[in-house]
């Protein structure tokens, strides 16, 4: 159980990491440009915040990796608090993820309309997957 609960919380940490950069990155190109189109801003306030819930499923994770390094076994109770405590890191990365894919659909209206189409329904395609997913892993 360790094992796992140790591969779950590095994996998330790892890819909150990783995208909470990605986010950040976009973010700062964007405000360097400048924020002149309406579509501009509300890209730079989504990339900020979900800049801020993978940081916050980041925390979590890392939180719960120290915390937890020193027990050798998780028992019930424990186990159940640690689930607990990971639906908040995972629900925030799940929904920085959406957030992530939304305004990547949303680049593409900044550069041209034909743009915005093919970015905006690459999106749409990318998170009914995501919805799908999320919903399949509910009955598992």
Known sequence: MRDLVELQTGQVAFL?????????????????????????????FLLIGVTLLFLVS????????IELAGVSAIDDSMAQMVSSIRVIGTTSATLAFALFILSIGLLGWIATPALGILTSLSALVSLGLLAY????????
Do not use: E
């Not at 997913?133 to 598992?140: K, N």
């Open 133 to 140: 997913v999320w919903h399949a892993v509910q009955f598992l």
């Open 58 to 65: 980041l925390y979590v994770d890392v939180r719960l990796s």
């Open 16 to 44: 909150s990491g990783l995208l909470a950069g990605f986010a950040l990155s976009i973010a700062v190109h964007i405000l360097r440009h400048g924020l002149r189109h309406t579509i501009a801003q509300i890209v730079f």
